[in-house]
């Protein structure tokens, strides 16, 4: 199975349980606002446990039918979904190895034609060498059709992936595909018609195109709108605007002219002669806007009953969606509110709405997608928490915590929070990240561990401004922290001595910034730094795009770099294989910086809440098992079973990955293939994350005004005196607002 990975800016771009307590339900009548009835319900369908995974999902007669292959014996069998339950296991005899070869099968496909159809990677010696289509034929065996084009292009060694397949008519296929950009239509091996109009594609994972009686569809160019085309002449009828973005969507033919789009905001129906698109089921409380499952593959039968196969990280779930004429829809609605999107809470979202059906969840940010938030955005939220108003509850990352303790916007939960801790909470993290007057104002659902490793000498260069004011002279054709950016190495170092620069009132130390600034100023001439920033630097803001708080090198993975200190920011066990690497090299174990942990998704109870219970249970649901056991990249989880649970994914994880970069010191070009820690290592690090006790979370307009005087330091537009005094004027300003 592909896994979706998240970027990593510039660094890694180049190469249940039931809490009693905190989820009982109020014995108090709720206010109903509404009671209108009649909504789309979704239930999940327990998939057939012997199969294997599932490799497709079509509609047959009517009815779901379901593909599965062992990992361990590589059989497939179909089973069909019929007054609900499976039917017994039925052998596809014509996907085993023997019949197709060496493949990877991709999607199941029912053509128009009426018979099956398997795309498929060709696998050589472990690497994917080309696509293929096989059909299903009446002695159950596979025949190899993909056109003859195709197997030309791909022995020719032209670079194309196919990444979707349809079968329009008898001999008449459609590949859609990348870089080109197109979809191809063949007959009897030759191509025969380009369709060149259609979206760019993002993903070898995105469907393209969908077959219907008479019709088929595929994504415009402006990847929001449905072009139709004739199934014989392949002549374009109509195009329907339907103002949505359909990356990762999938396309459905339904009876009479039906088409439906499914995507993270729903299952939207759409006539072919038409022009109107309707929301039939809103995606916003079920796993269509779940932030860790992705639809691989949607049907719908003639009753306009749909089912759904989704997939996260090895796991797979089947769910159905029925018209309830007597399900009740929306009776009140509890908000919630981050500055950025957050995956572990639209599954938090998903897991509170699964139990309350009747709330509606109204999950806003302040930007969306990959965007990041800024100190306007902060701001005017400011403003609308501090006039009594805001959403119910509140993702406090990157916001002023103890402003808002102190100014009275966040309710006390130390009720709730002391209920986590007889769950299995880490006892330290609960009480120490938004604590005063020992109340807990607020609670984060995951940490990041800040961590450092190294060789011997460039490691207690750290251990103080002297020891790194000496190193900084005595070796100045060294790069201390690998090959970084001044703003790399800059806000890092500024974090890292952050408890030395403030004042007991929160103000900074002018005296001490301007000390650690003239270090570091020395550190950004050693090693050529300059040099390496002009060459590979340029472009947008490392760090500020970054949600960093330790970060001091881009790599450190290059062969001629032999001596180094890394700080980086741990953020969940998929982030582990950025640096093991560097770890053996430095022959160190990743070691705690200060005890910091850095909070994440820290979230507290506005006080001007009408919904306190329901803001409280929609709380407790960021803390259940299926919640805490997700490997994002949005920090390891706080309760211990879950961290505990980290050994076993490890030694599950089979997925590999690797990265290619030039190296700065000699020019040359090396490969790393990225490794996850050992067990042992893995348990180590657990340990450590057990002990940590210091919440570190930089106010975000503090590391902005940071970041931006740096720049002028670096230039020489200001010295280092001069910058210090610029960032606590500032700074100043900004914290008696």
Known sequence: MKKRVKKIVAMLA??????????????????KKNTVQGRYVETEIELPKEGGDPIGLIMSEGNPVLYMQSSETGECNSYTYKQGSWSKPHPENWLKEESVGSVQVEKIIAGADGAVYAKANRIVNGSQKGQALFQKNSEDQAVDITPEDIVKRQANGETFLTVDADVLN???????????????????????????????????????????????????EDGKSIDFYDITNFEKKNTVQVDMNLENCTLMAGESGKWYVENQLGIHRILEDGSIVETILNGSSTMLNHGSWF????????????????????????MQYIY?????????????????????????????????????????????????????DIRTLNTELLGGKGA???????????????????????????ALKEQGALKNVIENTAEKDGKIYGVPARINVPVLYGTEEEVKALESLKNL?????????????????????????????????????GSLNEEKLTELLSIWQKICHNGNLPEYEERYGGGPSVWAESDWNFQSAQEVDSPSLKKFVHLTEISGLSYTRMIYNGVEKAKMLPESIKGYYVPKLTVGINTSS????????????????????????????????????????????????????????TGKEYQVDMKYPEVKEMESLIALIKTLDTPFSQDKIISDIVLSELEHCYEGKQSPQETAQAICEKAGTYLTE
């Not at 009953?305 to 797979?316: P, R």
């Not at 990157?398 to 009275?408: C, F």
């Not at 490890?650 to 997925?655: I, T, V």
């Open 469 to 505: 004011s000496a190193y900084a002279e005595r070796y100045k054709d060294r790069q201390l922290f690998g090959y970084d950016t001044y703003e790399l190495s800059g806000m890092t170092l500024f974090n890292f001595f952050y408890d030395e620069i403030v004042n007991q009132d």
């Open 14 to 31: 180049v190469f249940t349980l039931t809490i009693g307590m905190l989820t009982g339900c109020s014995s108090k009548e709720k206010e």
């Open 170 to 220: 008898d001999e008449v296929l459609a590949f859609a595909e990348t870089p080109n950009d197109m979809v191809r239509i063949y007959k009897e091996g030759k191509c025969i018609k380009e369709l060149k109009d259609i979206m760019e594609v993002f993903s070898e994972e995105q469907e393209m195109m969908a077959v219907g009686k008479d019709t088929f569809v595929v994504i415009g």
């Open 610 to 665: 009408e919904q306190k219970e329901l803001a409280e249970e929609f709380i407790s649901c960021m803390f259940l098992e299926d919640v805490q056991e997700m490997d994002t990249w949005e920090g390891f989880p706080i309760k211990e079973q879950a961290l505990d649970g980290l050994v076993d994914s490890l030694k599950k994880e089979k997925d590999s990955m690797g990265f290619s970069g030039i190296d700065y010191g």
């Open 392 to 418: 119910d509850v509140l993702i406090l990352d990157g916001l002023p915590i103890e402003s808002y303790i102190e100014k009275g916007v966040l309710s006390d939960i130390s009720f709730f929070a002391n």
């Open 324 to 376: 309830d004429s007597k399900a009740m829809t929306v009776q009140e609605t509890l908000s919630v509110y981050s500055l950025e999107e957050s995956e572990t809470v639209n599954q938090a979202v998903y897991e509170f709405q699964k139990k309350n059906p009747n709330v509606k969840v109204e999950y806003k940010t302040a930007v969306s997608g990959e965007d990041k938030a800024d100190t306007e």
């Open 295 to 318: 639809a691989k593959k949607f049907v719908v039968d003639d009753n306009e009953q749909f089912y759904g196969l989704f997939s996260n990280q090895g796991k797979w779930k089947m």
